[in-house]
C-alpha cells in the first residue's frame, strides 16, 4: 500500500506546550506509532523540523528524540518544498508575523491558541489563509478530552431534556516564583508579552461552550490581577500586568447561561483542575479532563434547608461515572491526527482560523464587560464597538 510522508515545520517546541503536548506527545507519538492507517490501508506517516531560536537547545532535543532536521532559520524552513506544513506554538506576541510568512509560503498552517492578541489581526490570518487557499486548523484540544467526550455523548442522548446552565471551575495555583519555581512561564503574566487570562482561556471557552451547548450572545465578567509581582525564571521580580483571574456569565444561544470561573491564583478542591457541572430538566453531568459523572432525574435527592442540623446525605455519592466504553487517545494528539487526514484529503479542517476569530471575539468582549463594567453583546464586538483588547 501506497505511504504520504508530510515534513511538518514547528516552531516553538522548546516551549512548554510545544514541546510536551505537540512534539512528544503528539507527532513524535504518530511517527513511533508508524503513523495513521487509512481505511485503504495506505499510510501518513509524519517527520518533525525543529524550529526555535537556540540551537543548542534544537540540537538537544534532535538527539534525545532522534529528529533528524532542526534549524534556527525559519525562513530556510519555509523556504523548503518538501515541508508541506507549518505548526506554531510561539509565544503570542510572536505569532501572526510567523503564521503570515508560513502561508505566503504556501503552507498549510495548524497553531496554537489564541491566533493573535486582537480579532483585527486574527481576521488577517483568516483572510490571508483563504485567499492563499490552504488547510488551517486552531487547537481545540479540549473537544478531543475524554471527559468532554463523554459530555457530547450525554448531550447527543438527549440525556439532559432541556438545556438550563453550565458552572465551569478552572484553575490551580501558580506559584509566584519566590517561595518556589512557577510553573508557568513568566511571559504569561506580563500583557505586553501577550499574557493574561481572558486572552488565554476564553478563547478555550469558547469553542468549548459553542461546539457543546451554543454560540455566546453576550458576556458580563470581571479580569483581575489578584497576585501583582512575580518573580521570573531567573528569580528576579517583576511586576504581574496581565490578568491571572476572570469571572464570567456567558449568555449562551437557547437561553442557556454559562458561568465560568478561571483562575491562577486558586487552590484546587475539586477532582479535576476543570469541571464543568451541565444541567438541564431530566439530568445533570460533571465532567472534567476525563471523568464525567452523572445523576439523572429519577436519582435526584430531596435536600432540606436546615442550617442548624448538619446535613445527612453524601452528595458525592449519589452520582454516577460514566464508563469509557472506548480507548481514548491524548487530545493533542488526536486532533492532531484530525488535521493530518484533513490536509491529506484537502479538505478544511473543522477548527479552522475562522474558529480562532471567534475565540478572540470572546476575548474582546471579556475585556470590555470588565473595563466598561457592563453586559457585552457579540453584536458589538463585531460591529467593532468595544475598541481593542486590553
Excluded at 485567499?131 to 478531543?144: F, M, P, R, T
Excluded at 442557556?256 to 476543570?274: C, D, G, M
Excluded at 464543568?276 to 479532563?289: K, P, Y
Aim: glycine share 10%.
Amino acid at each position: 500500500m501506497s505511504e504520504t510522508t508530510y515534513r511538518i515545520i514547528m516552531n516553538g517546541v522548546t516551549g512548554r506546550m510545544g514541546y510536551r503536548q505537540h512534539l512528544v506527545r503528539s507527532i513524535l507519538a504518530i511517527r513511533d506509532d508508524g503513523g495513521i492507517v487509512l481505511p485503504d490501508g495506505s499510510r501518513i506517516r509524519v517527520e518533525p523540523i525543529l524550529v526555535g531560536r537556540n540551537a543548542e537547545k534544537l540540537q538537544e532535543l534532535a538527539k534525545r528524540h532522534d529528529v533528524a532536521d532542526w534549524t534556527t532559520d525559519l525562513d530556510g524552513a519555509l523556504a523548503d518544498p518538501s515541508a508541506t506544513i507549518y505548526f506554531d506554538a510561539l509565544v503570542t506576541s510572536e505569532r501572526v508575523g510567523a503564521i503570515l510568512k508560513a502561508v505566503e509560503a504556501g503552507k498549510h498552517v495548524y497553531t496554537e491558541k489564541p491566533t493573535a492578541e486582537s480579532v483585527a489581526d486574527g481576521q488577517r490570518l483568516a483572510d490571508a489563509a483563504d485567499e492563499a487557499g490552504i488547510i488551517n486548523g486552531v487547537v481545540h484540544d479540549k473537544l478531543y478530552l475524554p471527559g468532554l467526550r463523554k459530555l457530547r455523548r450525554l448531550l447527543d442522548s438527549g440525556f439532559f431534556g432541556r438545556l438550563l446552565s453550565v458552572r465551569g471551575e478552572f484553575g490551580y495555583w501558580v506559584f509566584e516564583g519566590d517561595y518556589l519555581p512557577a510553573q508557568r512561564p513568566s511571559w504569561n503574566y506580563r500583557a505586553e508579552d501577550g499574557g493574561g487570562m481572558v486572552l488565554d482561556m476564553f478563547c478555550h471557552w469558547n469553542y468549548v461552550l459553542e461546539n457543546l451547548f451554543g454560540r455566546v450572545e453576550a458576556v458580563t465578567a470581571k479580569a483581575v490581577t489578584h497576585i501583582p509581582q512575580r518573580w521570573d525564571e531567573q528569580g528576579r521580580p517583576y511586576e504581574a500586568t496581565a490578568d491571572d483571574a476572570a469571572y464570567a456569565i456567558f449568555e449562551l444561544e437557547g437561553d442557556v447561561i454559562a458561568q465560568v470561573n478561571s483562575s491562577w491564583a486558586v487552590r484546587v478542591e475539586r477532582k479535576e483542575l476543570v469541571e464543568f457541572q451541565v444541567d438541564g430538566t431530566h439530568g445533570s453531568a460533571v465532567a472534567g479532563l476525563f471523568g464525567c459523572r452523572v445523576q439523572p432525574r429519577v436519582r435526584t435527592p430531596m435536600p432540606v434547608w436546615n442550617p442548624d442540623l448538619p446535613t445527612d446525605q453524601d452528595f458525592r455519592s449519589q452520582w454516577d461515572e460514566v464508563p469509557d466504553n472506548a480507548t481514548f487517545a491524548n487530545g493533542f494528539r488526536a486532533q492532531w491526527e484530525q488535521f493530518l487526514l484533513d490536509v491529506h484529503a484537502g479538505r478544511q479542517h473543522a477548527y479552522d482560523f475562522a474558529a480562532g476569530v471567534r475565540g478572540l471575539e470572546l476575548v474582546d468582549a471579556g475585556y470590555a464587560s470588565s473595563r466598561e463594567g457592563r453586559r457585552v453583546t457579540m453584536d458589538e464586538v463585531r460591529a467593532g464597538a468595544t475598541g481593542q483588547n486590553a
